[in-house]
Structures are given as C-alpha cells and as structure tokens.
C-alpha cells in the first residue's frame, strides 16, 4: 500500500500523456501547456518551448496568425506542438536552432484540428506496421482472458495483469 494510502489519502490518477490522446480538447492543452521559453515572435509567426505541467514533456510550439480576406478578415490562428527530449529543450533555451516549421518537422506532431481538439499528424506518414497493432490486440485479449479465467481479482493482482501487458506491448513509436 502506498504512502498516501496509509495516511487515509487516496492514490491521485497519473495524469495521461497526450502522447497517449488521439485527440486532444483544446481546453486542456490550453490548461496544461505553459510557456518555457519564446524563441522568436514576429510577423505572425511564433516559436516557444512549452511545458506539460501535468506531465513534463516539452514541446516546440510553432503557431502562425493571419487575416483571412476572403473570410471578411477574420483572424486564423495554425498551432503545431512537436515532442521535444530533455536535451533538445536544454539545447534550444541555450540558444541553439529549432527546427523551421514545416520542413524540418519530421516527427510526429500535435496540430490544432477540428472541433477545437487537436490531432497526432506525422508528417512521414509512417504508423506502427497493422500487424504489430494486430498482434498487440491479440495479446491483450489473450492476457484478459487469461486473467478472467484465473478468476483472481484484487488490487494486486490486477497490477500484475498491467506489469505483464506493459512488458508485451510493442515500444511506442517515436512523435
């Protein structure tokens, strides 16, 4: 039992990566997304290295702003989230380059989409093969019912039925 458990507190759910979202509310990449750093803002056209504040991860934030005439000049606003690692935002606060948005942007990236959500877009076009989304389904279904037909149940149990699934699961492609 953890810690916060043993003091009558219960155990807060991790908060969910939006790695792990197909798509992302704009309400809760608004509340979640902070600003690290401003790379460069000027004619319509910002850079900055944002922060998850639930989860930590780092994002390049490339955000154009433009009139659109023939819609009576109302103002578009393009926003593109790219996943950054630990060394690439120190790098990029130091004042090394960023990748120029849309031609050096070669992973997979969060971009605003319809219905005020935002939505994974890879560039490369490149997705886990459908076999190995294939064989991972069968692996889950064969783990749960496996663990159904046990008919062990309890908190611990379950944590085992996740360790083991976790282990099974094909790494996450890189976005």
Do not use: C
Not at 69 to 88: K, N, Q, S, V
Not at 97 to 116: D, F, I, M, T, V
Not at 122 to 129: E, I
């Amino acid at each position: 039992m953890g810690d916060a458990q043993a003091n009558g507190q219960p155990n807060a759910p991790l908060p969910l990566s939006f790695a792990r979202m197909q798509i992302v509310p704009e309400a809760e990449l608004t509340r979640r997304v902070e600003t690290v750093k401003v790379l460069k803002e000027q004619d319509g056209e910002l850079y900055r290295l944002a922060k998850d504040s639930e989860t930590g991860e780092h994002y390049l934030h490339y955000a154009v702003y433009h009139l659109n005439i023939a819609g009576g000049g109302a103002e578009e606003h393009y926003h593109h989230l790219m996943p950054l690692a630990h060394d690439e935002v120190i790098a990029m606060a130091l004042g090394a380059p960023w990748p120029s948005y849309p031609s050096e942007w070669q992973n997979a990236y969060l971009r605003n989409g319809p219905h005020g959500g935002f939505v994974w877009y890879d560039p490369g076009g490149g997705a886990l093969d459908e076999a190995v989304y294939e064989d991972a389904a069968a692996m889950l279904r064969e783990q749960l019912l496996e663990f159904r037909r046990s008919g062990e149940g309890g908190e611990e149990a379950i944590r085992r039925l996740f360790d083991t699934i976790d282990r099974k699961l094909p790494p996450e492609p890189e976005r």
